[in-house]
């Protein structure tokens, strides 16, 4: 996808359809400044007269033009409240533009934005546009023998802004670009079935994906390393399985050697049956997305191969299968991980922290600067907030704030919850250093976080907890029905941050 600026709306006959963005509470004037001609024009005054037009975000109307502009096409687009105007809501009108512009067959179209817009920076303004055309124009059709939509690709998209702003915004536009096909990457890995990606499988893809890039080496530990490395939390998870475990674990190295690495962390389980604590069936299938961390850190390591920010980065992904069967881990099982914590299981479905504790041990020894960890790793984020946010916890007021700032930009959102001395105290076992999950009820996200804290050994560490986020069972905005790849977004910000 090509994205061009221009500083006024080419309405001869060359340009098709023009999606022109307006607000609730509009005015007839505030029209004026497109340059809608004469024909056109008076079908969206008469349209508003009749208070046909709301403004409302996500709301179109379009207007066919005649006589000489026979053809051509304005579809209005809401942005919603005036006051409310934040590069998300551009991000998510792109996104309902790309989706229709794709059901018209359009290849070129033309994208212009009331004057407040220009109050926006610049480069987030041309990024949100393209990201998110791309992030709501995203299918996962591999297994369809019959694709719909996919004949007319958006080939370019023209951004009509003042001559000032143009190269902040196409700059941001590209990036927007890079971005949205990363998060493609998170998608498609964690849409795939568990059945075409096994921990090995992964390994394969993040092998190919990385190639020969220069600047990047790739680690695999399979279970026969891992058994050496002692991390016995990680064979635990995956001994249940044929499907055998792997850390798979890529450098990247875009700064002097003397610089401390950071590191990105993101639990692989590549489908979580619960194990023998197996869970019930309604739904299972969501767990084929059990991944969504891992795959958010491989997204990260796209746009990072594509952008080559100036830092050194460690991607690291604990990958298993949790299965049921004469080999799975019991509960009461006690097994040590590679730091030599002895952890008694109480619930094999908490698989995701103990993978993640190996995960981990191993990151730690490799003496990064800061770790940011992403998984799917609890119901009780989910219970506490929706939809709406991923959970962030962490060791470290900096980081949360950089994630907080970050978040305000990708509309990737997060919300802080606490972890707390107490939430150790419901992990105390009578047999081991450490339960691997509480069995009450009470602060599930916390109490799996703060396992998670026993294993960074005070490095400053983020948590985010994404089972909250993962997927989306409605089309809306740019998000399509499905895995969303959430936490790519920040991550990649935080990496260029
Ligand atoms: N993968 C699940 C968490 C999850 C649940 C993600 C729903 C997305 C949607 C995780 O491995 C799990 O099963 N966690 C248990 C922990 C419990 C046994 C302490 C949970 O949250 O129920
Ligand atoms: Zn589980
Ligand atoms: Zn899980």
């Given at each position: ?70 053809g ?81 690709p958006?080939k ?24 949205s ?97 197996i ?11 059990d ?35 004469a ?32 995960a ?6 490799q ?90 050994d ?40």
């Amino acid at each position: 996808m090509v994205i061009k600026t221009a500083v006024t709306i080419d309405w001869s006959t060359k340009t098709k359809v023009v999606y022109l963005g307006y607000f609730e509470g509009f005015k007839s004037v505030d029209f004026n400044s497109y340059g809608i001609p004469k024909p056109f024009l008076d079908a969206v005054l008469a349209s508003a007269k009749d208070k046909e037009l709301s403004g409302k975000s996500g709301n179109q109307s379009v207007f066919v033009g005649q006589g000489k502009h026979l053809g051509q096409r304005i579809v209005l687009v809401g942005l919603g409240k005036k006051d409310a105007l934040t590069v998300d809501v551009l991000r998510k009108l792109a996104g309902e533009i790309g989706r229709n512009a794709n059901a018209s067959k359009l290849s070129d179209i033309t994208i212009a934005m009331p004057k407040e817009v220009g109050e926006l920076d610049s480069s987030w303004v041309g990024q949100s546009l393209s990201e998110g055309i791309g992030l709501g124009t995203y299918k996962f059709d591999q297994y369809l023998s019959k694709k719909e939509g996919k004949e007319t690709p958006l080939k370019s998209v023209t951004i009509v802004a003042e001559k000032a702003a143009q190269t902040a915004i196409k700059k941001g536009a590209e990036k927007g670009v890079v971005v949205s096909q990363s998060v493609a990457v998170a998608r498609d890995l964690a849409n795939t079935p568990a059945n075409d990606l096994t921990p090995k499988l992964f390994v394969d893809y993040v092998t190919k994906l990385v190639g020969k890039a220069k600047g990047f080496k790739v680690t695999i530990i399979d279970a026969k390393k891992a058994k050496q490395l002692k991390m016995g939390a990680l064979l635990g998870v995956g001994q249940g399985s044929i499907n055998p475990p792997y850390l798979l674990i890529v450098e990247y190295s875009g700064a002097a050697n003397t610089e401390k690495p950071i590191a990105l962390v993101g639990k692989g389980v590549t489908f979580d049956t619960g194990g023998i604590s197996i869970k019930p069936s309604t739904g299972m299938g969501e767990m084929k997305g059990d991944m969504g961390g891992a795959a958010a850190v491989v997204g990260a390591l796209n746009a990072t191969m594509n952008l080559r920010p100036k830092k050194n980065i460690l991607f690291v992904t604990p990958l298993a299968e949790n299965m049921p069967s004469a080999t799975a881990q019991r509960p009461g099982d006690i097994v040590r991980a590679m730091n030599g914590k002895s952890i008694e299981i109480t619930n094999t479905d908490a698989e995701g922290r103990l993978i993640l504790a190996d995960a981990l041990c191993y990151t730690v020894k490799q003496k990064p600067k800061e770790i940011v960890d992403l998984a799917t790793l609890t119901g009780a984020c989910v219970i506490a907030l929706g939809n709406s946010a991923s959970a962030i916890l962490s060791n470290n007021e900096g980081l949360v704030a950089t994630f907080k700032g970050i978040a305000e930009q990708t509309g990737d959102r997060v919300w802080q919850l606490p972890l707390y001395d107490d939430h150790l105290e419901l992990l105390k076992s009578n047999v081991a250093d450490l339960l691997n999950a509480y069995e009450g009820r009470l602060a599930g996200t916390s109490t799996a976080a703060k396992f998670l804290e026993q294993f960074v050994d005070g490095t400053p560490w983020l948590h985010m907890d994404i089972a909250s986020t993962m997927s989306s069972n409605t089309t809306k905005g740019y998000t399509p029905k499905g895995m969303t790849g959430s936490g790519t977004r920040n991550l990649i910000e935080y990496i260029l941050s």
